[in-house]
């Protein structure tokens, strides 16, 4: 029996230490695909599924998926390395108690609180299998 996504995220947003401490993870907020050739990534998103573009330079486009934005990011530079990798950010409601929960388990942070503007604040998670994951949030 495979497991179900949602149901694993009901538990994480409402049974875990996150939630407990006031800091409800409150879903996807991005997720963030990474390629040399964003033309062609482009090319599918945008002319093939036809979904909205919300903004766009010629380093990242971003899309309007209605739930969480998708965004083509260029590779290239320092971040040639991302080519071919994904990553995604949550919501958070807490930033500094997020921070907090994550020390007292001795969580890898590659950014702690770095501020976006508008209020909004980004954290930086380093799983121990190497992804990275942001949480984007105030508080």
């Given at each position: ?58 380093n990242i486009v971003v899309f309007e998926t209605g739930s969480a934005q998708l965004v083509l990011q260029r590779a290239v530079g ?50 121990p299998s190497g992804q990275r994951v942001e949480f984007v949030g105030s508080g």
């Amino acid at each position: 029996m495979r497991a179900c996504p949602a149901r694993a995220l009901q538990r994480i947003n409402f049974d875990s230490g996150l939630y407990n401490h006031g800091m409800a993870v409150l879903g996807i907020s991005y997720v963030t695909v990474w390629s040399k050739d964003l033309a062609a990534n482009r090319h599918i998103f945008a002319n093939v599924l036809e979904i909205p573009i919300a903004y766009e330079d010629e380093n990242i486009v971003v899309f309007e998926t209605g739930s969480a934005q998708l965004v083509l990011q260029r590779a290239v530079g320092a971040d040639a390395e991302l080519d071919g990798t994904v990553q995604f950010g949550l919501s958070v409601t807490q930033m500094d108690d997020l921070v907090q929960v994550l020390a007292e388990n001795d969580q890898t942070l590659e950014i702690d609180r770095e501020e976006l503007g508008m209020g909004q604040r980004v954290t930086v998670l380093r799983l121990p299998s190497g992804q990275r994951v942001e949480f984007v949030g105030s508080g």
